[in-house]
């Protein structure tokens, strides 16, 4: 995501910083939607930030050192925009005759921003984000710009796009926000309404794709045959976020708060969630249910003022994410593993979602199963399963992949062939926990690392 910054820093100037924090300096400002140039004094806490790109302990070590830091290490720092913008390009320092100089190569970097995407067609979509926006934030609500004809809504690093027609038709919409804004996204929230047989009411979240379908099914909701996107981090932390403010107003037990399988779309390429009202008409335009919606989503992105909540980075590396394989749509047994076990959470295959043909068993093979061919099962649930956990992987670098079979949902044989497929793909199978052993000692788990 983004360039990448050249940092070349002298011994002295780091000194300098550590011993005079409150200095004013005469910055150079990069706008990035503009490009525009601006120069103007500042009064950063240098010595603390350069502290977290690399740890100034000695500075004498650092007679001449470059440091290349990826736009989305940046990101996981958790700057503030000023600080991002205006802070790094110093040219001069007013009260020494020497100008000491730090060269900034922005590249290709530009500002990352979080997109909220709601629909004036939808009661359960336009309520939380009407909602949101009447709730005071910090920075507060200003007009974005027009997208499309479609209006939005900016604060610090949060965006709302308001649109017209049906969401899951509505493809690639980071292409279209950066096109316009130059501004890129790195993540898409979509607020919408849930439908369910049961019709009770519901809170619900989940990831997005249709990695079952084929290349000449149509899908039934958007999206595109064999495609899932990025699973957003925050799926796991704002269903335990989304409990408790639901239970904080009253709505749980009436509400039922639940995560749903991968389904839909629409097609994107950067990590995506949904955020759900359910599950008929009568529940999708409830005021309380928006103004839970609206207070998971203000304290989950920061705009209450505090970190936010749900943020995947670097301190994360090697925590557990899961990935659930069988089980019906609302993946109870799956949503037991994230609630009690506190991990994240990836894509979530239903038994729907992993099409599994039985192979006929060879001739003379009595009822065992093991006589059973597994490479020959068919269906498409070896690609499904490959999209799902490839594109978890991209979207939690350097976490721990926990596949987590529903295995009371599928039949021996399903067992067997998934397990089979797992290992042929060099994902290590463990010993299959019970039920009644620590969730997180179930599953199968992986170490991410390359996507080949």
């Known amino acids: 995501m983004g360039g990448f910054f050249s940092i ?34 500042v009064r950063p806490q240098l010595p603390k930030f350069l502290n977290f790109v690399f740890p100034i302990n000695n500075p004498q070590s650092l007679t001449r050192k470059t440091l290349t830091v990826s736009s989305s290490h940046l990101r996981n720092l958790k700057l503030h925009s000023s600080q991002v913008e205006v802070v790094f390009s110093i040219l001069s320092l007013d009260i020494l005759p020497e100008i000491p100089q730090m060269a ?36 507060s609500w200003s007009n974005g710009p027009q997208i499309q004809g479609n209006r939005s809504y900016a604060a610090g690093r949060v965006r709302l796009l308001q649109l017209n027609d049906r969401i ?80 904080s107003h009253n709505l749980v037990p009436e509400f039922e708060v639940t995560l749903e399988g991968t ?51 670097s301190a994360q590396a090697g925590a557990k994410v899961l990935v659930g394989l069988g089980g019906g749509h609302y993946a109870p047994r799956h949503m037991d593993v994230v609630l009690k076990g506190g991990v994240w959470v990836g894509h979530l295959l239903s038994g729907y979602s992993l099409p599994m043909v039985e192979p006929s068993k060879e001739v003379g093979a009595g009822k065992n199963n093991a006589s059973v061919n ?35 949902s599928l039949k021996s044989w399903q067992r067997n062939a998934i397990t089979s497929f797992l290992a042929q793909e060099r994902i290590p199978n463990e010993n299959e926990a019970t039920e009644e052993e620590v969730v997180l000692e179930a599953g199968l788990r992986m170490k991410l690392g390359s996507t080949e």
């Open 8 to 41: 070349f820093v002298q011994s002295w100037f780091c000194s300098f910083l550590t011993s005079n924090p409150k200095s004013t300096f005469t910055v150079l400002t990069l706008t990035p939607s503009s490009r525009n140039l601006n120069f103007g004094p």
């Open 104 to 139: 900034l190569e922005f590249g290709a970097a530009r500002r990352m921003v979080s997109l909220l995407v709601a629909t004036t067609a939808d009661p359960a979509s336009i309520g939380p984000a009407s909602a949101l926006l009447a709730l005071s934030s910090t920075p």
């Open 168 to 247: 899951v038709n509505e493809d690639h919409l980071e292409k279209r926000w950066e096109a316009v804004t130059g501004e890129r996204v790195e993540e898409i929230i979509f607020l919408s309404r849930h439908t369910a047989v049961s019709n009770r009411p519901a809170l619900t979240v989940h990831p997005i794709g249709i990695p079952h379908l084929l290349p000449h099914e149509v899908p039934p909701a958007g999206g595109r045959p064999g495609w899932a996107a990025p699973p957003c981090p925050r799926i796991g932390p704002w269903l335990r976020l989304l409990q408790k403010v639901a239970v």
């Open 263 to 313: 389904h839909h779309g629409p097609e994107t390429n950067v990590p995506a969630m949904f955020v759900e009202i359910g599950s008929t008409e009568d529940y999708w335009g409830r005021q309380d249910a928006a103004n839970v919606v609206a207070e998971v989503v203000r304290e989950g992105l920061g705009l209450d003022g505090g970190p936010g909540v749900g943020e995947w980075s």
């Open 374 to 408: 597994y490479s020959t099962v068919g269906g498409s649930w070896k690609e499904a399963i490959t999209e799902a956990v490839k594109t978890t992987r991209a979207a939690f670098p350097d976490g721990e992949l926990l596949v987590h079979l529903d295995s009371k």
